[in-house]
């Protein structure tokens, strides 16, 4: 898929871009770019803007998906996993769940005039433990 895609747009192939790859491909949870570098850079030499330039490559190409989760941070995700963001708005933890129900019926969805490249489902709350502490909180004040 990228060496198609690098031979269309006429970019060279590099080790380094593909190396990048590799250790993208490692990562099944989301990832921000400056782990991702440092992963890379502890075993193979690269600069951080060509990491920074293929990861937004990899975004062209389909491979890897960018996400805005919490705030104007943004992380990153392989494009062909389907799954829901759980998102608590007291701590900023991110759960992933895996709702096949939920991607089909996001999926077979049509929009007149409109042809979606790929959904992403985030779902904002409080989660068990944040919940916990407030619920502690308001024991010990009364």
Do not use: W
Not at 12 to 32: A, Q
Request: hydrophobic content about 30%.
């Amino acid at each position: 898929m990228l060496s198609e895609f690098i031979t269309t747009r006429g970019l060279r192939r590099t080790p380094e871009r593909f190396t990048i790859l590799d250790k993208v491909l490692d990562h099944h949870t989301h990832f921000d770019v400056d782990t991702l570098y440092q992963e890379i850079d502890a075993e193979y030499h690269v600069s951080r803007s060509t990491v920074y330039n293929s990861i937004e490559l990899f975004c062209d190409c389909g491979i890897v998906r960018k996400q805005f989760l919490n705030g104007n941070r943004a992380v990153y995700e392989l494009a062909q996993q389907r799954h829901l963001h759980l998102i608590c708005l007291e701590c900023g933890a991110v759960k992933e769940v895996n709702d096949g129900k939920v991607a089909e019926y996001v999926s077979g969805l049509k929009f007149r005039g409109f042809r979606p490249s790929f959904s992403s489902t985030n779902i904002y709350g409080i989660c068990s433990r944040c919940s916990k502490k407030k619920k502690r909180k308001r024991i010990s004040n009364n």
